[in-house]
Structure formats: C-alpha cells, structure tokens
C-alpha cells in the first residue's frame, strides 16, 4: 500500500523504500536484520505497515504500526 516501509533485497544489498516512491530511503545494510531494523523505526515513525520481503521477493513479515490492527478486534 502506498506509504508503506519495505524491507527488499537488490542489486547484492539490502534496502529500504517507501511505497509507491522511486528511491530507496537507506541501502547498503550488511544484512537483512540491519536494513529491517531501520525500516521498521521509519514505519513506527510513519504509523504505517512494514513489510520485509524474503531474498526470492515474497512476503516474509508483516508488521502494523498503524495504531490499530484489525486482526485484534474483540469478537
């Protein structure tokens, strides 16, 4: 979703990058864990979802920042 943090690897390195921008906001992390780190004070910051892919693209975490998370709704 637009506005979003992703945590994705790339040309060798990991990086960070806002949904829906160009750029990536941090690269050159050593490892997944440096680079995901960083990308999840930028989604706490932002109130938003961070998502940090696998080495092969797919989706491996998911976290919510959002303030509310609609898997914790009272039933």
Do not use: C, S
Request: aromatic residues 6%.
């Amino acid at each position: 979703m637009k506005g979003d943090v992703e945590t994705y690897h790339q040309d060798g390195e990991w990086k960070n990058k806002i949904e829906g921008e160009a750029e990536p906001l941090g690269t050159g992390y050593a490892t997944k864990a440096d680079a995901a780190a960083e990308g999840r004070k930028l989604a706490i910051e932002r109130k938003v979802e961070h998502f940090i892919r696998n080495l092969d693209g797919t989706i491996g975490e998911r976290n919510t920042y959002t303030g509310h998370d609609p898997r914790n709704i009272p039933g």
